[in-house]
């Protein structure tokens, strides 16, 4: 089955500086989708990027971006000039295409990181 | 396009009570997805509808739980006999078949059993 790893439960940024969240996964599937998703304190679920796994150009949008080593099987998430509004708590999801022999169309998520950005 | 929408926000009840959650997805997804969250931990998956069909269901979705999309609109988690280990936060995403892929997520409902 498919598993998603965040060894990082905390990180801290100073504000305006640049910080990256590690995800690894595991899967045997050729094509996939990961995604970094954003939960503030109390507030709901955000998708803040977004990779399929048959590009190999590295997704952006706007200050953060990711690192993806489909052989190493690893997906950080790089947040550049860090806000305030970016502490949140980070999640990394791992679904499948739906085609394959798994055929499933749940997404696996990571525990979580925990950013919190200093003033 | 309001995104999606969970009822009620909260809910205390106590062991052995039935309780009912309700999830309207983004209208024109025809996917919805139940996952929970418990603290400090990420979502985990429940269960899966496309349209009015329940096509996945998670080994964590025991006899107690039920969920139905009778009209491929809105749906409802049911958790009967209630016990403590289900309190958590339960999350209701919805989603395209073809598209990004991406979830988009609701408020989520908390749940304590007491």
């Known amino acids: 089955a498919q598993t998603v790893t965040q060894s990082q439960p905390e990180m801290s940024v100073q504000e305006a500086e640049t910080v990256t969240l590690s995800c690894t996964y595991d899967t045997s599937e050729s094509d996939y989708y990961l995604f970094w998703y954003k939960q503030p304190p109390s507030r709901q679920m955000i998708l803040v990027i977004r990779?399929?796994?048959?590009?190999?150009q590295n997704a952006t949008e706007n200050r953060f971006s990711v690192n993806f080593q489909k052989a190493a099987k690893s997906f950080s998430l790089k947040i550049s000039d860090s806000q305030l509004g970016d502490a949140a708590m980070y999640f990394c999801?791992?679904?499948?295409?739906?085609?394959?022999?798994?055929?499933?169309?749940?997404?696996?998520f990571g525990a979580g990181t925990r950013l919190t950005v200093k003033p | 396009d309001t995104g999606v929408s969970q009822d009620p926000r909260h809910k205390i009840t106590k062991r052995g009570q039935n309780v009912t959650f309700r999830c309207d997805p983004i209208s024109e997804h025809n996917r919805l997805y139940w996952y929970r969250q418990t603290l400090g931990q990420g979502p985990e998956f429940l269960t899966y509808?496309?349209?009015?069909?329940?096509?996945?269901k998670s080994r964590l979705l025991s006899d107690r739980f039920s969920a139905e999309r009778p009209k491929g609109s809105f749906s409802t988690l049911e958790i009967q006999r209630t016990e403590q280990g289900d309190s958590a936060m339960y999350l209701c995403?919805?989603?395209?078949?073809?598209?990004?892929?991406?979830?988009?997520f609701g408020p989520g409902t908390r749940l304590t059993v007491l």
């Open positions: 995403a919805s989603g395209r078949e073809r598209g990004g892929h991406e979830q988009f």
């Open positions: 990779q399929e796994a048959y590009k190999q």
């Open positions: 509808f496309q349209n009015e069909a329940q096509l996945e």
């Open positions: 999801a791992y679904r499948s295409d739906g085609r394959g022999a798994f055929n499933n169309n749940d997404m696996r």
